[in-house]
């Protein structure tokens, strides 16, 4: 099984090897691919992140080295130099994994597909400490507000299988988030249902508790206040959790789960 990566911004993991098959969920730059079969310009495989299987375009994948850092920030531009006025060469979103090769100007060099590129170092957070250059790791410190970085996709598009910050579903806001803290969890909310510990009542929720419906998952950003990507608003988010109780419960029932990530 060939393994290769995602060398655009994005991909999209469809149920079939067509441009029009429905979108179930998408590949970051830098994520690992394991490639199993190929059919009309399409590779069938699974991310390494998160094991998500699906079809995505032969064109999106290729040859990076090892990723050693990812994107904290909702989105970045990576630049042609260090410069505060260089050439913006494209965007990339939260999540996105990186080569860091050292430090200029208070930016990162990373590794692309043709060259390099630079991003600010306040963008982005070391997998671990041994795998980057100490002076990279002083820089940047570590985030441990995962909610912080679901908040920051307030407004961002709502979008069915999306994964980036320029379209993403409910349970692609909680992975993501999670991501940044270096908590891996499932892509879909169904699975979801299972990570941390479950809480008995509404009154016990704190920020970053999970509220769970059939086929929807919310962020507490409080005890009140509900942070979700929904297809009501088309968007991220925050409203009070009684009225989501509400307008949710008219369509897809009762919360089913309350849970309580014990890892952070």
Request: charged share 15%; with cysteine.
């Amino acid at each position: 099984m060939m393994s290769v990566r995602i060398i655009t911004p994005s991909a999209p993991l469809r149920s079939g090897p067509a441009i029009d098959a429905s979108l179930d969920s998408e590949g970051l730059y830098g994520e690992a691919f394991k490639v199993i079969a190929t059919e009309n310009g399409f590779v069938f495989g699974a991310l390494s992140t998160d094991g998500y299987q699906g079809w995505l375009p032969q064109d999106c994948l290729g040859d990076l080295p090892e990723p050693n850092a990812q994107l904290i920030s909702s989105m970045s531009n990576v630049t042609r130099d260090s410069k505060i006025k260089s050439h913006s060469c494209f965007s990339l979103s939260l999540g996105a994994q990186l080569t860091v090769l050292c430090k200029q100007d208070q930016c990162a060099k990373i590794v692309t597909n043709t060259s390099h590129g630079f991003l600010p170092c306040r963008h982005i957070l070391p997998f671990k400490p041994t795998q980057c250059n100490t002076v990279i790791m002083n820089e940047i410190g570590f985030y441990d507000d995962w909610v912080g970085v679901a908040e920051s996709l307030i407004g961002s598009p709502y979008k069915w299988g999306g994964r980036t910050a320029w379209g993403l579903d409910c349970s692609a806001l909680v992975q993501l988030a999670l991501s940044a803290v270096g908590v891996n969890v499932p892509r879909d909310s169904g699975p979801q249902h299972e990570v941390g510990v479950g809480l008995d009542h509404e009154k016990d929720l704190r920020r970053g508790d999970l509220v769970f419906w059939k086929g929807h998952v919310g962020i507490m950003q409080g005890q009140e206040q509900l942070l979700h990507a929904n297809a009501y608003h088309m968007a991220v988010a925050s409203e009070l959790l009684s009225k989501a109780i509400k307008r949710i419960g008219m369509t897809a029932g009762p919360v089913t789960a309350l849970r309580r990530l014990v890892c952070i």
